[in-house]
């Protein structure tokens, strides 16, 4: 259940920023070590994942009270796991809010933040995009920032963070398929 956990938090992130990928993702793990989702490019340039992770373990720990790696799926009841993938769909919304709040992307109040973001795109995405991906956002941030709100599980960012998910796919190039979606 831990690694249903820990590939769900993966997959809502690459799905929401990580986007096209000119390689075909391959295997749960390279030979490296690292995980597949740890070497994404972008129209065959690197996207710089590590910067994609920053405040995930904090806001992990926030929303479910304990850490990621304290958690041992060996030891756990199926009730419990049953509960942690519950608690897991119940708050991956607010999970990506908090991460975006982490990486300065959204103000501490929720509002969208350009100056960040576009600090952001840069550190994270292959030159030949990030203007286009930072117009996006922000055009996805216009469009939908009415609506933000910590309410409902975060319901208010569904549409941000799928408009945003869209425009990367596109921009980069993506294929469906190429990258885990969430639901």
Not at 130 to 158: H, P, R
Request: hydrophobic share 35%; charged share 30%.
């Amino acid at each position: 259940m831990y690694k249903l956990a820990i590939v769900l938090s993966v997959a809502v992130v690459v799905a929401l920023f990580a986007g096209a990928s000119a390689g075909k993702l391959e295997g749960k793990k390279m030979k490296d070590g690292h995980h597949k989702h740890h070497n994404l490019t972008c129209k065959g340039e690197a996207i710089n994942m590590k910067g994609m992770f920053v405040g995930k373990k904090e806001c992990y720990d926030e929303i479910f009270g304990t850490s990621a790696t304290t958690v041992n799926p060996k030891t756990m009841t199926e009730e419990a796991k049953k509960e942690r993938i519950q608690k897991w769909k119940d708050n991956a919304l607010c999970m990506e809010v908090c991460t975006m709040k982490k990486q300065k992307t959204l103000n501490a109040d929720g509002t969208y933040n350009a100056l960040e973001a576009e600090k952001w795109v840069k550190a994270i995405f292959p030159s030949a995009v990030q203007s286009a991906l930072k117009k996006a956002f922000d055009d996805c941030a216009s469009t939908n920032g009415k609506s933000f709100s910590m309410d409902n599980k975060c319901a208010g960012y569904k549409a941000f963070r799928q408009c945003k998910v869209k425009s990367v796919m596109e921009i980069c190039e993506f294929k469906k398929g190429e990258v885990p979606e969430d639901n």
